[in-house]
């Protein structure tokens, strides 16, 4: 079965770095893309960006272009998310998620919650 | 960016009952493949979202059959016809068919 296990919950303070992993098992890695998605407490869902684990092409959300690095490694079957330059609003759970060809973000790992605070 | 809007803001529904939600886009969600890129969620408190229903009407594995999705162009709905006390949550609508993907801001769903 499908399953993305993300690391676990970070504390940062502003202006620090963070990167989050997310294992893939049970599917072809290089067969899907990887989004990730991010919930600040309390709120909606907004999408990052993307990475394809086949050529390592990435898109970002114009919002997070300048912050954000996703990388993948097809040999770990392991996708990761870099955010730089962290604020006190970059605080929320951070979800991997499978992003099939045909356009559904079908399965999600559990979320990593990163708190920013002094 | 495409907005997706959604209505109710919250819904409290008596066990059995059917409900209904709606989500608009600001853009028609028509594909010239022929495939319309709207997708639903629902999120469980503490849980990630999970998929209900891609392509308007398709349910994703292991849904049941008492959601159902309908709608066309920049107006859809999606329909539970009895609700049971686990589909309480977050439902979520979605939007690929232009980058960034976009979330509408949610229904939540109680129970009476």
């Known amino acids: 079965q499908v399953n993305l296990v993300q690391s676990g919950a970070e504390v940062k303070k502003p202006g620090a770095s963070v990167k989050v992993s997310c294992k893939a098992s049970?599917?072809?890695?290089?067969?899907?893309?990887i989004s990730w998605v991010r919930q600040a407490r309390g709120q909606g869902l907004e999408w990052m960006g993307w990475?394809?684990?086949?050529?390592?092409?990435?898109n970002y959300a114009q919002k997070f272009q300048d912050r954000v690095t996703m990388t993948a490694d097809t040999s770990t079957n392991t996708a990761y998310m870099e955010v730089r330059s962290l604020r006190s609003d970059d605080t929320g759970v951070y979800y991997c998620?499978?992003?099939?060809?045909?356009?559904?973000?079908?399965?999600w790992g559990q979320g990593t919650l990163v708190t920013v605070s002094s | 960016d495409i907005v997706m809007t959604q209505t109710p803001l919250s819904l409290s529904v008596t066990p059995g009952q059917p409900a209904s939600i709606s989500c608009r886009s600001s853009q028609s969600l028509l594909q010239s493949d022929g495939k319309t890129y709207i997708y639903w969620y629902l999120q469980k408190s503490g849980q990630p979202p999970q998929l209900l229903i891609y392509?308007?009407?398709k349910r994703f594995s292991g849904v049941p059959d008492r959601f159902s999705g309908s709608g066309s162009g920049t107006d859809f709905t999606l329909k539970i016809s009895r609700v049971e006390a686990e589909d309480v949550g977050i439902f979520y609508c979605?939007?690929?068919?232009?980058?960034?993907?976009?979330f509408g801001g949610g229904t939540k769903v109680e129970i009476k």
């Open positions: 990475i394809s684990p086949y050529n390592r092409n990435t």
């Open positions: 049970g599917y072809i890695f290089s067969a899907y893309g």
């Open positions: 979605m939007q690929n068919i232009q980058l960034p993907p976009t």
């Open positions: 392509e308007v009407s």
């Open positions: 998620a499978r992003d099939s060809i045909n356009g559904e973000i079908d399965y």
